[in-house]
């Protein structure tokens, strides 16, 4: 399903109609072409694979809109689908004011996105925004998913170990933690 630039994630209910995800989830970069589509892809897959995807709707944005429209950085996608993340469908977009609304979740990869995010957030904005590494498992230390593009192959690999890392504990998370569904107390809990 194509909606503007972007193609959303929004699972089909019985009947083959849209059903509205309980829950959507933002994952932010920079420029939306290498790290969030990839954490995009990977949390996708792993949210299938625990059975969450009908009830989680991802996508992902760029705080600058340098690349509006374009896929994913060719390396980017190559990675991710050594992996088994198709990616290649995706396309750029910058962080929108409504994203506030529309997203629960806005998972930033660096401290600069972060940052970028809470000081455009709309006064009484509902979103809980955090690093993505907040949720990691095996690299707690680490707080920052590396910006790959002007590196070599070995940093968008080691950009999918973290991705992949981070989104484990995001699942995880989830599976455990009802304040982070909305209607479940999580607004009074939220981070932001």
């Known amino acids: ?10 699972p089909a209910a019985a009947g083959g109609s849209p059903a509205a995800p309980e829950l959507r989830i933002l994952m932010i970069c920079m420029g939306n072409i290498c790290r969030s589509p990839s954490a995009e892809g990977v949390l996708r897959a792993k949210l299938r694979k625990a059975g969450l ?15 509006t429209g374009e896929p994913p950085d060719a390396r980017a996608i190559r990675h991710a689908a050594q992996r088994g993340y198709d990616i290649a469908g995706l396309r750029a977009r910058p962080v929108a ?8 979740w806005l998972l930033a990869m660096d ?22 590494l907040d949720s990691a498992l095996r690299n707690s230390h680490a707080r920052v998913v590396p910006d790959p593009y ?15 890392d981070a989104c484990d504990g995001v699942v995880r998370r989830l599976q455990h933690d009802p304040s982070l569904w909305p209607g479940a107390g999580a ?3 939220r981070q932001t």
């Open 150 to 164: 002007y590196g070599t192959a070995d940093g968008f690999e080691h950009v999918l170990d973290l991705l992949e």
């Open 111 to 132: 401290e600069d996105n972060l940052a970028w995010l809470r000081k455009r957030a709309p006064e009484g904005h509902g979103a809980r925004m955090e690093l993505l």
């Open 97 to 104: 004011p409504d994203d506030y609304a529309r997203f629960h």
């Open 1 to 10: 399903m194509l909606t503007g630039l972007k193609r959303r994630f929004f």
């Open 187 to 189: 607004r009074a809990g």
């Open 53 to 67: 995807d009908g009830r989680v709707a991802v996508d992902s944005a760029g705080t600058h809109g340098y690349h």
